[in-house]
């Protein structure tokens, strides 16, 4: 089964959107695993966009997630990582597909309102980044069955 970090940034959290988020994650099916409330360190927003180190824009995706809480969250499904990237949309929300939570509710790709993890592999990581293991809630659902085909 494969998971996904989920962030509600803090521009999603400020326009109170953490519903309509999780919304349309248990509406699409996926399974919720782990949520935290959180303030993010300048620390573990550099470590989680190191990848992003020494480009234009990195200095201010730092200040912007470290800025104000963000909604961390877990979530698990078969395909779970491809499925969540296309709930979410796009980087630029101008390139968003319609219906997709960046081309509902942004308009620029510094204030995109979400993050999710882009492969199976970084999925693990940042959830380990993020999350201790007695954070994550191994459970069932009665309509599981009825959603995932395995
Ligand atoms: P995503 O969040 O879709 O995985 P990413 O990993 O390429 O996108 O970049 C991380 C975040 O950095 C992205 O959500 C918004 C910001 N960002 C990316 N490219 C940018 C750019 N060209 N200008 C400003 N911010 C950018
Ligand atoms: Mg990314």
Redesign the pocket.
């Known amino acids: 089964m494969e998971r996904s970090l989920v962030l509600v940034k803090p521009d999603g959290v400020q326009r109170a959107l953490i519903g309509e988020v999780i919304s349309r994650l248990e509406r699409r099916g996926l399974r919720l695993v782990a949520a935290k409330f959180m303030q993010v360190s300048t620390e573990l927003a550099e470590t989680h966009?190191a990848?992003?180190k020494g480009?234009?824009?990195y200095e201010?995706?730092i200040s912007y997630i470290s800025s104000a809480p963000v909604m961390a969250m877990v979530w698990e499904g078969p395909n779970a990582v491809a499925a969540i990237r296309q709930t979410?949309g796009?980087?630029r929300p101008t390139e968003a597909a319609p219906g997709s939570l960046r081309h509902d509710f942004a308009l620029e790709?510094?204030r995109?309102l979400t993050?999710?993890s882009?492969s199976v592999e970084n999925g693990a990581n940042e959830v380990a980044l993020w999350f201790k293991p007695e954070e994550l809630v191994d459970w069932n659902r009665e309509v599981d069955r009825w959603t995932f085909e395995k």
């Open positions: 966009y990848v992003h480009k234009p824009f201010g995706l979410m796009s980087t790709v510094g995109n993050h999710a882009d």
